[in-house]
């Protein structure tokens, strides 16, 4: 019997649609493998040189095979789905995967430099999958991958408390929300007899909402909900963002956001929108609309306010990330190709915004830096590291959604894609999004006021920064700024690819 | 037979699974926790998954909770401690629990119509089709999870090791 | 065939077997002493009956009279359980081994207790099982060398564990199935030509075997748990009596099933060695108790090595043992398995 003997399955194939991903899976243990066999004796600052290195040509190699070789069409049982948006999304994955590699650069919090960077490229194989697949065991599983990196990274500084604390709590939830979910696939399962989004979907379509779907709704988004850091299942986030070491908690902000919503937009309205809705809601609203209406408004009113009392950069961001988490639970909520168009670009800007503020927290603390955790610490910063801190007044900016930086197109398509269409949400929820985009400018503000306007500690010397991170911060600032005053860029790239006029 | 089988397997997990939370020394839970793993894979062995049993047996009751004990009896982990935040836990947690588990008992049961049946002792799955399965249509998630054990030996192994 | 007779006749077969494989324990100890006697040029126990053969029954009722202790900071429930484990999952294995051919009476097989088909898994399965009546034993005699021979002795036997279970991948994959009457048929064409160890090439599969195994019933030279210069007695240091006597008969026990195991997957289990070669003796009852005959000569060929293996090799350091197990032990292994199943592809 050889391989080509057995029916239905063609092995080249499989290899030739997951080149990228294996291409960046070869490309960790190309780091690790350097990193531990031929910089023992190196300097911190080499090896930290040679593996970003690698791990950035692994990125760019995978993004050209996305490119040059496009592999469209699916595999098994939707087990392998690659098109033109999966190849968008993966592209901003690995970008963001190059940028986290690159703002490590000259860290000083482990010396483990080989297995941290094989850590973030294999979470992005993890990721590239799962925004690649509609099937709920490769789904589940990559999951599984993506949450398991982010654990190891949140604990990677082992000389803090406070990183094992907040590694701890992450894992902890991570492994109560897996069992949910699981729960709530097996239930799906039970129900239509299938993994596969689609077939899932066609099973329940025209079915009442019976009390078992119900509870499997609520399961499968409590499971994703724990991921994407939506209140209730937010509590791991703060303690997370501020113990795990700053280029992992870029990674955890930016990457995993992307891949968790896009995820989970595409279980939601690949998989369950026909589930129909109770009587209250017209019936071409999915059943689990209240659900989703009800996390998104808790996530936006708690994420704010929590964050306007928080003394900790990190913390502000964390619970500014649960909010945020509200907002795009919008786009998912529109159950439209605008809605999903919107989400992505949201998703994608929001972490570039995200990664950059991380990126200079981290810039903060990189090399002879003491780092900075407090507001307050941050004061008179732009006498000290002035391209630093224009790059976070974009990045701050942008969060809060002042135009023409990208944050304020995101908001305005994906508030517009809420109201349209004959699925829209409900108009009091939007509201509430807008009143809580103009809170959030508040606590935005208040550190970009410390940093610009508060007056440095006596005798604060000016910061050493590298100048990679300090030209990957430009870089990133530029992008968020381009793609603000020419969002067509990004949204027009997402509309084509999915056949959008 | 099968049927008496089944109740006094699952029973005894179920038992196992509650003794585990009640009980206070880690060396008794972990115990409890073996005895749990050993009866599902009777309950896999009930519907024919008869290498899937087996495998149950020799890599979770064999190895990972001889780890786990291991780890215990390492540590010397000494009883439990009780403080006023867990004794709170503990008086809301188990009636939360206990109404979430009453909801679910009724919801399933009144949905019973919907659900598929399993016949137990019914046939036996032989281990190729198992492995034609695992190598030809689950052949993806198969590798998948070969990285996910990876990163999981890679991250023990980093978070483990001492800083130099 | 109904259910009573099935019973009854199951019934019959578990006391029977059982029976002998606890005088074949008892006789086991006897063996070892006798044979390590002579290796050490002394005679070994002669006193007790003709040439000692009563002896066994003399420790027993030593054994048995003896004050069963238990120490006052013990684990009392844990105290008590772990020599139970550690014999019941030795005896249970015996239930899936075939001693003789596949002959039925009543529809019931005679030579086997249960016939299962995952048999070879089942035996891999109690086997790790066992490792808590060491491991519990160990940590419940609150006796620090009990601990540390507990510790050493699961870790050691979880290492080897891995290497014993890849190493038997090679003979499943030639008979294609893990039901042990299987893989016995697909060594019995040609007598011994056929066998797994020589017709079969797993020659290097059965050394990984045979060491894993040593390493797993913890014997000399890998007895590490139980080394007595380092650790007294190791973990079974605080028990005596009866409770002791389990340990003992659990090792020897699962010596016993390791030779069984052996003999069945690489040495074509209750099969003549010289295949047709010699003609049929004895009608019926000679066809039913000559295969059983070879598979007691086989096992016993292979509890003589075992002696012979303690009576000649010094103990392992504990660092090379670990070694030995993952760097040595488990990568021969998994070449073994790759070469194995692509000469079967070719061939096939």
Known sequence: MTAAGYPGVSYLRLLLMTLPQIAIAATAFLALTVDLATLRKASLRTRWRVGTLIACAGCAGAILLLFLYPQYGSFGDGMLIANPLTRVVQTALLVLAAFTALLSFDAVFTSHIGEYLAVILFATTGMMFLVASQNFLLIFISLELLSLSLYILAAFNKSSRQSAEGALKY?????????????????????TGSINLVEINRAIQGRPLTPMLAVALVMTVTGFGFKVAAVPFHLWAPDAYQGAPTPSGAFIASSSKVASFFVFAQVMLVGLAAGQGSGAWHNSKAGWAPVIVAVAALSMILGNLAAIVQTSVRRLLAYSAVGHAGYMLLGILA???????????????????????????????????????????????????????????????????????????????????????????????????IAMSAISLYYYLRVVKQIYVGEPAAAAPPMKISRTVTATLCVIALLVVVLGCAPNLLVGWIGSAMHLP | MYLALFIFFAVLCVAGALNLLLQRHPINSALSLIVVMTSLAVLYLLLGAQFLAAVQVIVYSGAIMVLFTFVIMLLNAGREEHTRGSRAAFLVGFPGAAVLLALLVQIFLSARGHLAQARLGEYVTATHTLSSVLFRDLLLPFEVTSVLILIAILGAVALARKEP | MNLLTFFLLSLLKIVVVLVIFLTAVAYTVLLERKLVGRIQNRWGPSRVGPFGLL????????????????????????????????????????????FGAPITWHGVDMFQISGVHIGLLVILGVTSVG????????????????????????????????????????????????????????????????????????????????????????????????????????YHTEYSSMKFAMFFMAEYANMIIVACVATLLFFGGWTSPFGSLLPPIGGAVGAALLPVMWFVLKVFCFLCLYIWVRGTLPRFRYDQLMRFGWKFLMPLAIANIVVTSLCLALVA
């Not at chain 3, 069963?68 to 999952?89: E, G, M, Q, T």
């Not at chain 3, 019995?188 to 019933?217: C, D, K, P």
């Open chain 1, 335 to 433: 159950q439209s190709a605008w809605g999903v168009r919107a989400l992505i670009y949201y998703v994608i800007t929001y972490a570039l915004a995200a990664i950059g503020a991380f990126g200079v927290l981290a810039a903060l603390e990189a090399g002879d830096n003491v780092g900075v955790d407090e507001i307050p610490d941050l004061a008179g910063l732009s006498r000290r590291a002035p391209v630093l801190s224009f790059c976070m007044l974009i990045f701050f900016l942008s969060l809060a959604g002042i135009p023409p930086l990208a944050g304020f197109f995101g908001k305005f398509y994906l508030f517009s894609a809420a109201l349209a269409g004959e699925n829209s949400g409900p108009l009091w929820l939007v509201v509430l999004a």
């Open chain 3, 55 to 98: 002896q066994p029954l003399a420790d027993g009722a030593k054994l048995f009279l003896k004050e069963d202790l238990i120490p006052a900071n013990a684990h009392r429930p844990l105290f008590v359980l772990a020599p139970l484990i550690a014999l019941a999952c030795s005896l249970i294995s015996i239930a899936v081994v075939p």
């Open chain 1, 171 to 191: 894992f902890l939830f991570g492994g109560m929300s897996a069992a949910f979910l699981l729960f709530g696939i097996s239930l799906l399962y039970g129900l």
């Open chain 3, 131 to 234: 490792v808590y009546g060491i491991a519990l034993s160990g940590w419940s005699s609150n006796n620090k060398y009990s601990l540390l021979g507990a510790l050493r002795g699961s870790a050691q036997i979880i290492s080897y564990e891995l290497a014993l279970g890849l190493s038997l991948i090679g003979v499943v994959l030639r008979a294609g199935s893990f039901d042990l009457r299987t893989i016995v048929e697909s060594q019995a064409a040609h007598g011994l030509r056929s066998w797994n160890f020589f017709g079969g090439y797993q020659f290097v599969a059965f050394f990984i075997y045979l060491m894993a195994a040593y390493a797993e019933t913890n014997r000399s030279p890998f007895d590490l748990p139980e080394a007595e210069s380092e650790l007294t007695a190791g």
